[in-house]
């Protein structure tokens, strides 16, 4: 859950941008958005409006933690840096919507990249496209009263709507993963052989089970019927080379009526060269 604090937390010159983009009542000053046309058109169609481009960002310091090198482990110092630095980017662009009086956030991407500067910090930031219920329907939208974000496309987020189903949040799971080293034996036995890792085989897979299973116990959070759009990543940040991240993000949605009628797909030749 997001900290109750976190809005100190966005920059005055945000607020100020935001408060200029919401205007005053039920006239918006202006919007800006990060999706292209033919997904703008789409999330209209939808009956959304957008209400503006929204950012959360947040520079970790990432620990330090020792591993048994014979030992498969997770690095749980670093799941939980990882973890929370996410979580603490998501939050701030939450709230940036919020203040935009947002129901939702959709196309958002979620990246990563460490400072040059400094080998132990590394960015999270979280973007996307706030966007709000043109009907005036938007609290039935919110999830426990905020915003709910999804990482699905324009296109996609339409078809969803048109199928009967609708976003509640976007759901994540991680596992930082020590892998551990071969004996001195063991590699001279492996020397010109075909032979599986085993160290790496069993665990590369706990890993990934570990972050997809966290990532499902966050949407059950929600009631969630189902994940969509998943995707998993894996970084290392510079670590050790047998210490790798898992990370798992998927969209989790919910019925929204029983009948879910799948629009029929039509077959369309670009007139570009």
Not at 137 to 150: A, E, I, L, M
Request: aromatic share 8%.
């Amino acid at each position: 859950m997001p900290d109750d604090n976190i809005s100190d937390s966005l920059p005055e010159d945000a607020h100020k941008r935001l408060k200029e983009m919401r205007g005053t009542g039920a006239k918006r000053v202006l919007f800006t958005s990060d999706l292209s046309v033919n997904e703008f058109l789409l999330v209209k169609e939808a009956g959304f409006e957008a209400a503006g481009l929204v950012v959360g960002s947040s520079i970790y310091h990432i620990g330090f933690q020792l591993a048994a090198w014979t030992k498969n482990q997770e690095m749980n110092v670093l799941t939980q840096a990882l973890y929370h630095a996410r979580e603490l980017a998501m939050s701030r662009m939450e709230e940036e919507a919020s203040e935009l009086g947002a129901d939702g956030i959709v196309g958002v991407r979620l990246t990563a990249k460490r400072m040059e500067w400094n080998s132990d910090l590394a960015e999270f930031i979280a973007i996307g496209t706030a966007v709000y219920r043109a009907d005036g329907t938007g609290k039935d939208w919110q999830v426990q009263g905020r915003p709910f974000t999804s990482d699905l496309s324009g296109q996609d987020f339409w078809t969803l709507l048109k199928a009967g189903y609708r976003p509640v949040g976007m759901v994540m799971g991680n596992c930082v993963y020590h892998i551990a080293l071969q004996s001195m034996g063991q590699m001279f036995k492996n020397i010109g052989k075909n032979v599986e890792m085993t160290n790496f085989t069993q665990g590369l897979y706990d890993a990934r089970e570990l972050a997809m299973e966290r990532m499902q116990v966050e949407a059950e959070n929600v009631h969630a019927e189902g994940i969509v759009g998943v995707d998993i990543h894996e970084g290392n940040y510079g670590w050790s080379p047998h210490v790798i991240e898992f990370f798992v993000v998927g969209t989790a949605i919910v019925p929204i009526r029983e009948d879910h009628h799948i629009p029929t797909p039509q077959l369309v030749l670009s007139v570009n060269d």
